[in-house]
C-alpha cells in the first residue's frame, strides 16, 4: 500500500506559477506508476499528468501541455507537478494518485491510490 499527501496549492494571480509535491510513504514508491488529477467546481475529475516509474515516459493533457511538469524522485518518494503560466481555467482541487502497473487505468482515474487534495486557485 502507500499513502499520498499532496502540497503546495494556493492563490496565484494568472500567468503565475506554483508547483505541487506529492509525498508517499511506503519502500516501493519507485513501482509506482504516478500522476495528478484536477476536479473543478461542478466538473468532473480530470487527468493533467502521469510519469513511469523511472520517470522517463510522461503523459500531459492538452490543455496543460507546455505549461506543465511532472517529475519524480525516488529516493526521496515524491512526485512534482510544476505548473506555469496558469489561468483562471486551472482553478481545481488537485489530487495525487498511484497505480501499481497500469498506466491505462490510471489515466481513466480508476487507480487505487489517491491523496486528499490540494486547492489551486488562479485569480484573473
Known amino acids: 500500500q502507500v499513502q499520498l499527501v499532496e502540497s503546495g496549492g494556493g492563490l496565484v494571480q494568472a500567468g503565475g506559477s506554483l508547483r505541487l509535491s506529492c509525498a508517499a510513504s511506503?519502500?516501493?514508491?519507485?513501482?509506482?506508476?504516478m500522476g495528478w488529477f484536477r476536479q473543478a467546481p461542478g466538473k468532473e475529475r480530470e487527468f493533467v499528468a502521469s510519469?513511469?516509474?523511472?520517470?522517463?515516459?510522461?503523459y500531459y493533457a492538452d490543455s496543460v501541455k507546455g505549461r506543465f511538469t511532472i517529475s519524480r524522485d525516488n529516493a526521496k518518494n515524491t512526485v512534482s507537478l510544476q505548473m506555469n503560466s496558469l489561468n483562471p481555467e486551472d482553478t481545481a482541487v488537485y489530487y495525487c494518485?498511484?497505480?501499481?502497473?497500469?498506466?491505462?487505468?490510471?489515466?481513466?482515474?480508476?487507480?487505487?491510490?489517491w491523496g486528499q487534495g490540494t486547492q489551486v486557485t488562479v485569480s484573473s
Open positions: 494518485t498511484a497505480d501499481e502497473g497500469s498506466l491505462f487505468r490510471l489515466r481513466k482515474g480508476g487507480s487505487r491510490y
Open positions: 510519469i513511469s516509474w523511472t520517470g522517463g515516459t510522461t
Open positions: 511506503g519502500r516501493t514508491f519507485s513501482s509506482y506508476i
